[in-house]
């Protein structure tokens, strides 16, 4: 009976450890006067991307390859978390001339 609580406690432990696991990081981009600033960034698989729009008006967020497409409401924010290797060029589909691009480096 005690080796069951063990195990039972065992699985507690790990259940613990695995929501506590450090996620990556989150970048900002800021959007301000039609552009993301900064428009390069370079990031690790894992961390997350957060726009934060400053202008008076919605921007989105979206990737040319189509895999995301984030909305970004006037003075808030959004967020996609980039889960592989990659260089990513993306573009507000309101101001196709707004343009960034993210590397995604699978290093640690």
């Known amino acids: 009976?005690?080796?069951?609580?063990?195990?039972?406690?065992?699985?507690?432990?790990?259940?613990?450890?695995?929501?506590a696991a450090p996620a990556g990081e989150i970048v900002q981009v800021k959007i301000s006067d039609l552009a993301f600033v900064p428009a390069e960034i370079t990031v690790n698989v894992g961390d997350t991307v957060e726009w934060v729009n400053e202008d008076f008006i919605?921007?989105?967020?979206?990737?040319k390859s189509g895999e995301w497409d984030v909305m970004?409401?006037?003075?808030?924010?959004?967020?996609v978390q980039l889960d592989h290797a990659a260089t990513i060029t993306y573009f507000c589909r309101v101001h196709p001339g707004?343009?960034?691009?993210?590397?995604?480096?699978?290093?640690r």
């Open 1 to 19: 009976m005690l080796f069951v609580g063990r195990r039972a406690a065992l699985i507690v432990l790990a259940q613990a450890l695995a929501v």
């Open 58 to 63: 919605d921007h989105t967020a979206t990737a």
């Open 72 to 79: 970004v409401p006037a003075g808030k924010s959004g967020q």
């Open 98 to 107: 707004m343009t960034g691009t993210i590397r995604v480096s699978a290093k």
